[in-house]
């Protein structure tokens, strides 16, 4: 059921309802309507009736069919009624009605759930007992599928749908094809690990994302082995299958279909006239049959594609060899006479035809052009395949290797990244090999290899003299220092490359030594502002020198390191992230970085279940894929921590089993998460067990977050952990780099715990609005702050305190909100939501007022979570809550209480 749990719970909703309920399942041949079905029938409780027709092909001449199939085999059906349902001297009405009393006695009045499967083959008579079966009453789910593109008006199917949609409240379903996470995530459950990136998105433009041709090719590989299952042949049945479309074609159209086979994945019109020499009305008229019988797709103004790969690999499986060259060749010397701006359809051309020189020429140009529009893995993919004619070209080494990075595949963004700097003849070529390898290197933990290619490049620098190659040497020893947490010998080389770059103009240089510059004077508090300067400035020239890497780059810094001044600025910085990344075909800034970003903006909101949405989401992106480096289970630790803010621990369990698996976590991060978790459950033994764990593995981290401080030492002191094993910890998690707000708030933490509440009264007051801390953590400072004036027995100043706390932490849960609850019933408060109520816009906290004002100018709850980037279930939330708490049945009542707001 990958990427079919939505619809299978709408489908499992409306079976427990108990209510008479219709609902139509489409999609294409193989993409798991049954399965669906299958899979919801194996839900439904055990008094359930459960009747399954199955119409086949020609069916249209057997009335009943379906009913026919659902009852074959059940005794209880009386046959004088079978007599009767198939006596044709009988009305169709009477017939009918029959029909209607054998499910009436077959059901009663228990709970049922009825299929009609392929519905676009039914009989008129089937048809019309599902439209009579939809009007009954009673606690039953009526199920139909078909298939969409087999639908014609001639047929029954048509005129059911239209009269349904009219009469009743339909509920739809459309399956559609699996997109590239999912297919990988299908692959991972089918073999037992995660798939090669490679392999999983060559099976699914192989399969096109339909699970039956999936499931096919993995039945035919014992072994599952996933990498060879690429270029695997296909199976004999399914290749039948496929085939069997075109079969019946007269010999002109088989002509031009074995031509578009290829062609390519896209088929031009003019060019596959010219290779067949077929005239434009004869070609129109093929083309729109093949359509017709959707073997063809129109995908473009006057080009075409298989409807999947598969059909197209069955075709060509069949052509001889020399046929293949010949059309190779004759659509190559289409191209070179057009003069064609598509290496890439050069280059397959040229290959088939077996005329490297044409194939090499098209890689080297082709591989730069997807590379600047960010077509990483299509740049990828034709430099390799220029690669195989000239292994040590250099050219096309440095387009594999940044190609290869950018896309994720860092195994081969090392591999391609080495051979480049060992073929490298020219001093610039060699320090640019050298920049890339050091970022290679530290995303894919490959430390040692790090620190040689830092001698490397000092090295280098040494031999060359001032210029273009050195100042690049430069900057790469600065970001290998910054990379390293080494901030003042980063600062030191990035002045020194900057001094060169203005000394002999050197543009490019000049904004990678400014990212780097600028990246390293975030680390530090006291320099953040100054590297916030650089980087803001740093990405407007960037994005007008179309360095698109870098500009996302210096924008993810941002996003991370010194988060913007409000959440609308948060929100535009991040999508200008991600198109940045996405036109540099930048696959873990445009996927893994956005979605964390997308967290990180829910948490300035203070909206946990929405940054949680997030991370489940990002992190679903990723699934099934076997990625090594920093980039494994990007999201998890983030994922982790929130779901300890939410009291999952659950889950907090099942994630930190998950990330025990990978080789290449921080150090810190397994007993760091082991030990909050064993805070939270009360376990003492666990919790000592991992501090030890953790106090060893800190002097591994040349990092500190004041962050991580306070949630660990919050944990410690819910546990009751013994203050000076606490004080030791917190000692061991800061440093002087450490965001003052946070030292600030875990002094107070101390200074409380130790009974000094004026000392920590004031430390808390002190922060209670810092900018640094989001909304849920300047809610704990208030609470702090709360207990403290209790302890003072200053309960209308602790009230106040508590008050303010409210509305931060009003979309938080766990541990946060408890301790505000355990305040307010120090000083008698009545829960919230159980005070009087207040209605109008003062009873809405102050997300839900800006959820309010949006519904009042028509958002829809999609546009809502599109507008202030949290999902359609959190926004579903929020509306619900607005109606609840203003009084109101409808949305359109919520513009009268908040157009004054």
């Given amino acids: 059921m990958i990427g079919r749990e939505g619809e299978l719970r709408r489908l499992a909703r409306l079976a427990s309802a108990r209510e008479p309920a219709v609902a139509v399942v489409a999609g294409e041949p193989g993409i798991g309507k049954t399965r669906l079905v299958h899979e919801l029938l194996a839900t439904v409780p055990a008094d359930t009736v459960v009747l399954v027709g199955q119409a086949e092909p020609g069916s249209l001449s057997r009335p009943y069919e379906v009913l026919l199939d659902a009852i074959d085999g059940r005794p209880e059906v009386d046959d004088e009624q079978l007599a009767a349902l198939a006596d044709a001297s009988r009305s169709p009405v009477e017939r009918l009605h029959t029909g209607l009393a054998i499910l009436s006695d077959l059901i009663g009045d228990a709970p049922a759930v009825v299929v009609f499967e392929d519905l676009h083959w039914a009989d008129s008579e089937s048809a019309a007992l599902f439209e009579r079966i939809a009007d009954q009453r009673g606690p039953r789910l009526l199920i139909g599928t078909y298939r969409p593109d087999e639908v014609t008006r001639r047929q029954p199917v048509a005129g059911l749908l239209a009269r349904l949609e009219r009469r009743h409240a339909v509920t739809h379903v459309r399956l559609d094809r699996l997109t590239p996470a999912q297919t990988a995530a299908m692959l991972a459950a089918a073999t037992g690990s995660p798939a090669p990136l490679r392999a999983a998105t060559a099976l699914h433009h192989r399969t096109g994302g339909n699970p039956f041709f999936l499931e096919e090719l993995l039945r035919a590989l014992p072994g599952y082995d996933v990498e060879a299952l690429v270029e695997q042949p296909l199976p004999w049945s399914l290749a039948e299958v496929l085939r069997r479309q075109v079969d019946d074609l007269d010999p002109v159209s088989h002509r031009i279909v074995e031509a578009a086979t290829v062609l390519g994945h896209r088929i031009p019109f003019d060019l596959l006239a010219d290779v067949t020499g077929a005239d434009e009305e004869q070609l129109i008229a093929v083309l729109r049959d093949l359509v017709t019988r959707g073997v063809l797709v129109e995908s473009g103004e006057d080009e075409f594609a298989f409807r999947h790969a598969l059909v197209r690999e069955a075709i060509a499986g069949q052509l001889l060899g020399r046929q293949r060259r010949r059309l190779h060749e004759a659509a190559l010397d289409v191209l070179l006479r057009g003069g064609s701006s598509d290496p890439a359809m050069v280059a397959h051309h040229a290959h088939g035809a077996g005329r490297y020189d044409d194939m090499v020429a098209a890689a080297r140009r082709g591989a730069a052009l997807y590379l600047s529009i960010g077509s990483a893995y299509q740049a990828l993919q034709l430099a390799e395949m220029g690669l195989d004619e000239l292994p040590d070209d250099t050219e096309l080494l440095a387009a594999a290797a940044r190609a290869a990075w950018l896309a994720g595949l860092l195994d081969d963004a090392l591999r391609y990244g080495r051979s480049w700097r060992d073929r490298a003849t020219a001093a610039t070529d060699r320090a640019e090999s050298l920049y890339l390898l050091v970022r290679i290197a530290w995303e894919s933990r490959e430390f040692d290899e790090m620190r040689a290619l830092t001698h490397e490049i000092e090295t280098l620098i040494a031999q060359l003299p001032p210029g273009a190659g050195q100042a690049r040497a430069m900057t790469a020893i600065a970001q290998s220092s910054y990379l390293r947490d080494d901030l003042d010998v980063a600062l030191l080389w990035c002045d020194r490359a900057l001094a060169l770059a203005a000394e002999f103009d050197l543009p ?54 010194v988060p913007p001044t409000s959440p609308a600025e948060h929100a535009e910085t991040l999508e200008r992230m991600r198109v940045d990344a996405e036109r540099a075909g930048f696959e873990s800034l445009a996927v893994a970085s956005y979605f964390q970003g997308r967290a990180r903006l829910a948490l300035r909101t203070g909206d946990l279940c929405a940054a949680i949405d997030a991370l489940e989401e990002g992190r679903g992106q990723d699934r099934g894929y076997q990625r090594r480096g920093r980039w494994a289970d990007y999201h998890g630790v983030f994922l982790a921590g929130l779901s300890l803010e939410a009291g999952e621990l659950d889950r907090v369990e099942e994630l930190i089993a998950d990330l025990a698996t990978l080789t290449d976590n921080p150090p810190t991060t397994i007993p760091g998460l082991t030990f909050h978790l064993a805070c939270r459950r009360g376990d003492l033994p666990r919790a000592e067990s991992a501090l030890d764990d953790l106090l060893a593995a800190l002097p591994e981290q040349n990092w500190r977050s004041g962050e991580q401080a306070h949630d660990l030492v919050s944990a410690a002191l819910e546990l009751g952990l013994p203050i000076d ?8 998690l800061l440093c002087a780099d450490v965001w003052d707000a946070y030292r600030t708030l875990v002094d107070a933490q101390l200074a409380e715990a130790h009974g000094r509440h004026a000392e920590a009264l004031t430390g808390y007051l002190s922060i209670a609005d810092s900018p640094a801390l ?99 279930k959190t926004a579903a939330v929020h509306v619900s809550n607005i109606l609840r708490k203003l009084g109101v049945s409808s949305r359109t009542e919520v513009g009268a209480h908040v157009g004054g707001a």
């Avoid at 990678?512 to 006291?526: D, I, Q």
């Avoid at 094993?725 to 061991?732: G, L, Q, V, W």
């Avoid at 209790?790 to 541990?815: S, Y």
């Avoid at 355990?822 to 003062?842: D, H, I, N, S, Y």
């Fill in 774 to 872: 989001g909304p849920a953590i300047r809610g704990t400072v208030r609470v702090g702050a709360a207990r403290c004036l209790l302890a003072a027995d200053r309960r209308a100043e602790a009230t106040a305190q508590a008050e303010a706390a409210e509305p931060l932490l009003a979309e938080w849960r766990g541990w946060r909100v408890a301790q505000l609850a355990q305040v307010r019933a120090q000083l008698g408060l009545a829960p919230p939501g159980t005070e009087q109520t207040v209605t109008g816009p003062a009873a809405l906290t102050p997300r839900e007022r800006e959820v309010a004002v949006l519904i009042s100018d028509g958002l829809t709850n999609s546009e809502l979570a599109r507008r202030l980037y949290i999902s359609p």
């Fill in 725 to 732: 094993r606490i004080e030791t910890m917190a000692e061991a």
């Fill in 508 to 561: 490019s240089v000049r904004l990678s030594a400014l990212l780097e510059k600028g990246a390293t004077l975030t680390e530090r508090a006291r320099t953040a502002a100054d590297g916030r300067e650089i980087l803001s400035a740093l990405v407007d020239e960037a994005e007008k020198a179309g360095e698109w890497v870098l500009a996302a780059r210096a924008l993810n810094t941002l996003l991370q390191e």
